[in-house]
């Protein structure tokens, strides 16, 4: 099992950065692939970006691309997500969630484990 916790949320202004982090608990943090989704008020939560358990892949959601990097250090158990040029439509709740599954990364289902989130909130 896996505990995920998020940080680095904050306040930014448009154009802006920020870089987020998530600590996995356990020894078996290689075991899984990682993700980031978010939730905007009103609305699903949505797939941001992926990384397989190597970090030889990545998938990014086109709204990101050229914009947001994960990355992770399996000997920390943590994974990252830089957020360059922040829009005020990047404002959400942002999740970190694991998988064992070998569903393609952008799947909600892949995930089993999730974060409690971290609110980032980009001023126009």
């Known amino acids: 099992q896996v505990q995920l916790v998020e940080s680095g949320g904050g306040l930014v202004q448009a154009g802006g950065s920020l870089s987020l982090s998530c600590a996995a608990s356990g020894r078996t943090f290689s075991h899984y692939d990682m993700a980031w989704f978010r939730q905007a008020p009103g609305k699903e939560r949505e797939f941001v970006a992926g990384?397989?358990?190597?970090?030889?892949?990545?998938d990014y959601a086109d709204s990101v691309k050229g914009r947001f990097t994960i990355s992770r250090d399996n000997a920390k158990n943590t994974v990252y997500l830089q957020m360059n040029n922040l829009k005020p439509e990047d404002t959400a709740v942002y999740y970190c969630?694991?998988?064992?599954?070998?569903?393609?990364?952008?799947?909600?289902?892949?995930?089993?484990?999730w974060g409690q989130g971290t609110q980032v909130t980009v001023s126009s």
């Open positions: 969630a694991a998988a064992r599954s070998s569903l393609p990364l952008t799947s909600y289902i892949k995930y089993n484990y």
């Open positions: 990384i397989t358990r190597t970090g030889g892949t990545t």
